[in-house]
């Protein structure tokens, strides 16, 4: 790449030349970026370039990325048809694909499977007949929302499945003394044991 990079030094635009450029990294550490600094005056050969405009940043996008969303674009549209038609073998249009890729683009492959079973399932509620893959869409918000609800109640079973402190409802029975008499309540896990003490204590309660 150092030739090809040299090669644009000097340049010209339509407001300047190219005075440098260079292949970086991107912050995820996925893809590269071409960082080009443009002097705003073009100069003779030889001459010391002018004052710096600042550097352009086109991030570049591999190839394998793209072929790799576009793969599964296609499965998601077959996994579509599967659900929806019953058929094993699709042949998708590029409009449904692009509708696909956008759909993993914004919410991942997970998400965008989800919506497909999401949609399969509402649609069956309601007798509406989806024919195209484009007929799930407007289920995305009510899908996601709904995954999200899902993942976090899994999250929160996982959270007590791991506490050996809590019951199987994510609860912690207390006491406290009252006029001589016990009295028996309940409070919501933090699955933190040192500090549903500390406060339990600082509060006149025991832990049973």
Same mark, same amino acid.
């Given at each position: 790449?150092?030739?090809?990079?040299?090669?644009?030094?000097?340049?010209?635009?339509?407001?300047?030349?190219? *005075?440098?450029?260079?292949?970086?990294?991107?912050?995820?550490?996925?893809? %590269?970026?071409?960082?080009?600094?443009?002097?705003?005056?073009?100069?003779?050969?030889?001459?010391?370039?002018?004052?710096?405009?600042?550097?352009?940043?086109?991030?570049?996008?591999?190839?394998?990325?793209?072929?790799?969303?576009?793969?599964?674009?296609?499965?998601?549209?077959?996994?579509?048809?599967?659900?929806?038609?019953?058929?094993?073998?699709?042949?998708?249009?590029?409009?449904?694909?692009?509708? /696909?890729? *956008?759909?993993?683009?914004?919410?991942?492959?997970?998400?965008?499977? %989800?919506?497909?079973?999401?949609?399969?399932?509402?649609? !069956? =509620?309601?007798?509406?007949?989806?024919?195209?893959?484009?007929?799930?869409?407007?289920?995305?918000?009510?899908?996601?929302?709904?995954?999200?609800?899902?993942?976090? /109640?899994?999250?929160?079973?996982?959270?007590?499945?791991?506490?050996?402190?809590?019951?199987?409802?994510?609860?912690?029975?207390?006491?406290?003394?009252?006029?001589?008499?016990?009295?028996?309540?309940?409070?919501?896990?933090?699955? =933190?044991?040192? !500090?549903?003490?500390?406060?339990?204590?600082?509060?006149? %309660? !025991?832990?049973?």
């Amino acid at each position: 790449m150092e030739k090809p990079l040299k090669e644009l030094k000097r340049v010209r635009l339509t407001t300047g030349v190219i *005075s440098t450029a260079t292949l970086e990294r991107t912050k995820d550490g996925t893809d %590269y970026k071409l960082i080009v600094r443009k002097s705003t005056k073009l100069s003779p050969p030889g001459a010391d370039l002018p004052q710096d405009a600042g550097p352009i940043e086109l991030e570049l996008k591999s190839a394998n990325t793209g072929s790799e969303l576009t793969s599964q674009a296609k499965e998601l549209v077959s996994y579509f048809f599967k659900r929806f038609h019953k058929v094993e073998k699709s042949y998708p249009t590029s409009k449904a694909i692009n509708q /696909a890729i *956008s759909l993993i683009s914004n919410h991942g492959v997970d998400q965008a499977r %989800y919506v497909v079973d999401f949609a399969h399932i509402a649609a !069956q =509620d309601t007798g509406f007949k989806i024919e195209t893959f484009g007929g799930i869409m407007d289920y995305t918000s009510r899908a996601v929302a709904d995954y999200d609800k899902h993942q976090k /109640a899994r999250q929160t079973q996982t959270a007590i499945d791991a506490c050996s402190f809590c019951n199987r409802a994510g609860f912690v029975s207390l006491r406290i003394l009252k006029d001589g008499k016990w009295s028996h309540s309940s409070a919501k896990c933090t699955h =933190d044991v040192e !500090q549903m003490r500390a406060v339990a204590e600082n509060q006149g %309660y !025991q832990i049973v």
